[in-house]
């Protein structure tokens, strides 16, 4: 199997926590693809796939977390690595296209036209202009003689401010009268209101890439003191990487392993979904799992807030209803009890039983409940859809015909299947990702989590670099494949909650600026 590979391949490999064997089976996936999700409906309010919630639910399950947590450890968890490059986007191909005239500004570059109107009212404006001025530059002067590439230059470089190059974490989002707060720091913040321990700790879980470690760590030192005394709280916050092992070889169209010069294997990160292995060392009672960017001023977090202990308390309800029942599962219980846990299972959980259930023996439906309960479980709160990019909720069936609630990709949907793709046209809502997580069994025991992936809901993209052609393969997203096995619900959440950062002109709307 290992024929293909040198003895500096064997030696790369093995480096990396590797075998051969691993990257042959990445090598056999680009070869052959991986298999379409089977959607069987979207999951709606209409047909019970998402639960909506009225007042008195609210109040009940934003009470029910707060008496659950009570001697829990609460963990955020927050994808936070990778540099914001993307942010910016329309700014780089600006600069380095402009040259002092456009005979349509506005047509030409629309995006960018937006951002230097309103530029002063970014929180990072102050920074941008003493940045100018420490080279002895007048922001004034430059933007009213439309060189607006140098201003631009100035924010992105690294040798300036360096916003290109930074992480989403380190960008200042929002302004508070004179002082302005990072992603980051809202997060911290955010975190205050609804993961704090019984002992006033508030635990956050970053993953960061490695050549940005330093920079979080510097900025945790410098806000750590004025958060814990503004807040009454103390900060555990920590950090992890992306594991190299979890790198997946690159390939060429003809599925050929691609060399870098030094005739070096090249491999790349295996997106998003590789962060299970991060997500399996934390140790939590609870987690919850938000993206970086998304985050509010502090006049518009009441509603995350509120709806993230409504997640949070509908799990531990139901984690504690399935722990019970797991117990009860030991010690024989009757056929009326059976039935009792068989149909929490299929009402309330959305677990799919056997079409034989009904005719198998007591100690049979005993180990099918058991195996069907016991495993992870999660909440994820769903928005109406607005046309945004991103994941879905569906009934799906999956390669070995069980049928369960999925986040899915568009990526993983055979878009030719009209059947399909009327399916993914009935959608009604999106994924915000908005997670609660209950990652212990009813021993108190953290599951390993890799035996809940489902390997065969990767995806492969072509890239260009240079003249080549590059295939790149995904692992299983995290909230996709990589939780395919957990036990899933949706709940829908308002579109308050869901206030993302993809580009830098999001941060003018009115959620993200000053109440």
Known sequence: MSSIFTEQDLQQIASM??????????????????????????ATVDNGGILRMTDNDIRRYAASYKSHAKGKKILKFVPASGAATRMFKDLYAFSSTYFG??????????????????????????????????????????MDRGDFTTVINYLLKEQYLGYGSLPKALL?????????????????????????????????????????????????????????????????????????????IAVDEYNNPIRDDDGRLVFRPGGHGALIENLNDCNADLIFIKNIDNVVPDWMKHTTIIYKQVLAGLLFELQEQSFDYLKLLKE????????????????KLHIALPADFSKKSDREKCSILRQKLNRPIRVCGMVKNQGEPGG??????????????????????????????????SATHFNPVDLVCGTKDYRGRRFNLRKYVDPATGFISKKTKGAVTLKSQELP???????????????????????????????????????
């Open 101 to 142: 005239v456009a005979k349509n500004f506005e047509k030409e570059f629309p995006t960018v036209k937006e951002f230097l109107q309103h530029i002063r009212s970014f929180a990072f404006f102050e920074d941008l202009k003493d940045c100018m001025e420490r080279s002895s530059l007048d922001f004034g002067d430059y």
């Open 172 to 248: 200042k989002f929002h302004r508070y009268g004179g002082l302005s707060r990072t992603s980051l720091e809202e997060h911290i913040v955010e975190g205050a209101s609804y993961a704090r321990c019984d002992d006033g700790t508030v635990h956050i879980h970053f993953t960061v890439s490695p050549e940005h470690k330093p920079l979080f760590r510097k900025k945790i030192a410098e806000v750590k003191k004025y958060y814990e005394s503004n807040l009454n709280i103390k900060l555990d916050i920590t950090f992890s990487e992306q594991r190299h092992y979890t790198d997946i």
């Open 477 to 515: 997203g995290l909230w996709n494949g990589a939780m395919a096995e957990w036990i899933t619900l949706f709940v829908e959440v308002p579109l308050a909650t869901f206030n993302p950062v993809k580009t830098v002109n999001d941060l003018l709307r009115k959620e993200h600026l000053e109440g």
């Open 17 to 42: 926590n590797l075998t051969p064997e691993n990257v042959q089976k990445q090598i056999d996936n680009f070869r052959n693809g991986f298999p379409k999700t089977k959607l069987i409906d979207a």
């Open 392 to 425: 879905g909720p569906f009934f799906t069936e999956n390669t070995k015909g069980i049928k369960s609630l999925q986040i899915v990709e568009t990526a993983q949907i055979n878009r030719k299947d009209t059947e399909q793709e009327k399916i993914l046209n």
């Open 332 to 347: 024989k219980p009757d056929k009326k009890e059976l039935q009792k846990i068989a149909r929490f299972a299929k009402d």
